[in-house]
Nanobody, 124 residues
Framework: VQLMESGGGSAQPGGSLRLSCAASGFTFENHAVSWARQAPGETGLEWVSGFSSIGGDTYYADSVKGRLTISRDNTKNMVYLQMENLKPEDTAQYYC?????????????????WGQGTQVTVSS
């Protein structure tokens, strides 16, 4: 099982980025997914969004609600995180994670597999 994030980069405040998470060795369709991030200088990870494997429910942290959208393309076995109206505080390394437990969608520590991360930097 492997996850690989891409799509990070630099953006100005108010800008947009779309992060992608590609899976190999399993199918996202049967797994819950989370995106989490680690800000510079922080030791912990902040959960930002998740996608349930049952019913397709989506979840968002209050800090990103209305600006980030998680989605999944089962035909490509990809998960995306569309980021709009970016703020400097969105600067972080972003990770996708997946797992068989439904709670992985909201509690990233319950996920089984993690990617290597992709860096997002928001500055003017």
């Amino acid at each position: 099982v492997q996850l690989m994030e891409s799509g990070g980069g630099s953006a100005q405040p108010g800008g947009s980025l779309r992060l992608s998470c590609a899976a190999s060795g399993f199918t996202f369709e049967n797994h819950a997914v989370s995106w989490a991030r680690q800000a510079p200088g922080e030791t912990g990870l902040e959960w930002v969004s998740g996608f349930s494997s049952i019913g397709g429910d989506t979840y968002y942290a209050d800090s990103v609600k209305g600006r980030l959208t998680i989605s999944r393309d089962n035909t490509k076995n990809m998960v995306y995180l569309q980021m709009e109206n970016l703020k400097p505080e969105d600067t972080a390394q972003y990770y996708c994670a997946t797992g068989i437990k439904e709670m992985c969608a909201m509690v990233f520590t319950l996920c089984d597999y993690w990617g290597q991360g992709t860096q997002v930097t928001v500055s003017s």
